[in-house]
């Protein structure tokens, strides 16, 4: 019997990850794999490299979105011809062992390219043309691998778009070396198969509770939402985020924040309990090694987050992980904040609810602006406001940065 998976059109407003669902030729589901929305950056990158009006241009802070439709007469756009595969190119469908479930909802995507808030592109795509490839590979790897039975073809796949953020994908839902192919996927870590020993975690005790009036005298700078969360952060921290940091014009860089964590009194001990409440109390800075910068954007690879643990527990084994920052080498605006790549890294590197980031936009004329983010109740990074203890003096020379983990 099939079953095709419904949802509110009109609820889609913002789509974290795709579910892509597997049935044989009667249309009886096989299986279903949740996957990042970033499966969709090679077709995104395949149209900033071939539509004629932006081929050649050099946004500066490129991304893309995909809105679902369902209407069948709606007319594809011309270019790119044909489906994208997994590595952007394009993709020849012929003896390909999926095809589209007759009653599939989601039909056709309207893809947007877009350079900050400027809207450089948008056209209509069928699902095929984004999706076809990746179901096509997920049969033929569940055959190959006696999930799926070899006689059930031709096989079908459907597109639901997701509310749920992806933090891991399974080893088998793309190749290995699809993780190897730099600028292309923008992936979270996998989780493996195969058996491996497991350890019991050592439950960490609770967070003490401290009196935040302790932190008095304060000011208040920044601004967004009211969430769970306050952050501290003493004077000659705030000076080298907004002046005292050497930091590029041109190229995003960034680093880790080290400090105490605090729970706010009365606050439930269990961090996943919707009522606790936390204080973060910013101690230190440390300039991250390894990363890829950019003028559009800064990768932290696996090397950097290896970097910043050894020197932890080495050095400041006394102080948190509280969070990291970055910067943008263009201006702040209250519609355009931290990326998707940036809210992709922090959900999987920094998953503690206290874990914050902070964004510094560099002006043309070298002014900072400093921005504060913490989980809001959806579970992405917001803005919010944030403390600084005492006057801020900018005459001070301040030496604390720690160069280079």
Same mark, same amino acid.
């Given at each position: 019997m099939s079953r095709i998976y419904l949802y509110d059109m009109q609820d889609i407003y913002a789509i974290r990850s795709f579910i892509i669902v597997i049935y044989d030729r009667n249309g009886n589901e096989l299986n279903h794999y949740q996957v990042p929305v970033s499966v969709a950056a090679p077709f995104a990158n395949r149209l900033f490299r071939e539509i004629p009006d932006i081929r050649g241009m050099s946004p500066r802070e490129p991304w893309y979105e995909l809105v679902p439709g369902t209407d069948l007469n709606s007319i594809r756009s011309p270019l790119p011809a044909g489906p994208t595969s997994l590595y952007g190119q394009p993709y020849d469908p012929r003896g390909v062992s999926v095809m589209m479930h007759p009653d599939a909802r989601v039909r056709y995507f309207a893809v947007r390219l877009l350079d900050f808030q400027t809207e450089l592109y948008k056209g209509v795509y069928a699902v095929d043309d984004i999706f076809l490839h990746g179901a096509d590979y997920l049969v033929r790897n569940a055959i190959r691998k006696g999930l799926f039975p070899n006689d059930k073809g031709p096989y079908q796949y459907a597109i639901v778009p997701s509310h749920e953020a992806v933090h891991s994908v399974s080893a088998d839902i793309l190749p290995e070396d699809a993780y190897q192919v730099e600028g292309v996927f923008r992936l979270p870590p996998k989780v493996r198969d195969e058996p491996r020993i497991s350890f019991r975690p050592v439950p960490e005790p609770p967070l003490p509770e401290h009196d935040p009036t302790a932190f008095e005298p304060v000011q208040t700078y920044g601004k967004g939402r009211t969430c769970p969360g306050q952050i501290f952060i003493p004077p000659h921290i705030y000076h080298e985020l907004g002046q005292g940091l050497k930091l590029s014009q041109t190229v995003e860089e960034g680093g880790y924040i080290l400090g105490n964590v605090y729970r706010s009194p009365g606050s439930p001990a269990k961090e996943d309990d919707p009522d606790f409440r936390?204080?973060?109390?910013?101690?230190?800075?440390?300039?991250?090694?390894? #990363?890829?910068?950019?003028?559009?954007?800064?990768?932290?690879?696996?090397?950097?987050?290896?970097?910043?643990?050894?020197?932890?527990?080495?050095?400041?084994?006394?102080?948190?992980?509280?969070?990291?920052?970055?910067?943008?080498?263009?201006?702040?605006?209250?519609?355009?904040?931290?990326?998707?790549?940036?809210?992709?890294?922090?959900?999987?590197?920094?998953?503690?609810?206290?874990?914050?980031?902070?964004?510094?936009?560099?002006?043309?004329?070298?002014?900072? #602006?400093?921005?504060?983010?913490?989980?809001?109740?959806?579970?992405?990074?917001?803005?919010?406001?944030?403390?600084?203890?005492?006057?801020?003096?900018?005459?001070? #020379?301040? #030496?604390?940065l720690k160069n280079q983990a």
């Open positions: 936390w204080m973060v109390e910013v101690t230190d800075l440390i300039m991250a090694r390894g #990363t890829v910068g950019s003028p559009a954007m800064l990768l932290f690879t696996g090397d950097s987050w290896s970097n910043i643990s050894r020197r932890r527990a080495k050095d400041y084994a006394d102080r948190k992980l509280v969070g990291w920052f970055h910067t943008h080498t263009f201006p702040g605006t209250d519609d355009f904040g931290l990326s998707g790549l940036d809210q992709d890294m922090h959900a999987w590197y920094l998953p503690r609810p206290w874990q914050i980031a902070i964004l510094l936009n560099i002006e043309r004329n070298r002014d900072r #602006t400093v921005r504060c983010y913490q989980r809001g109740p959806e579970g992405d990074l917001v803005e919010t406001s944030f403390a600084v203890r005492g006057m801020v003096q900018g005459n001070q #020379t301040f #030496t604390s």
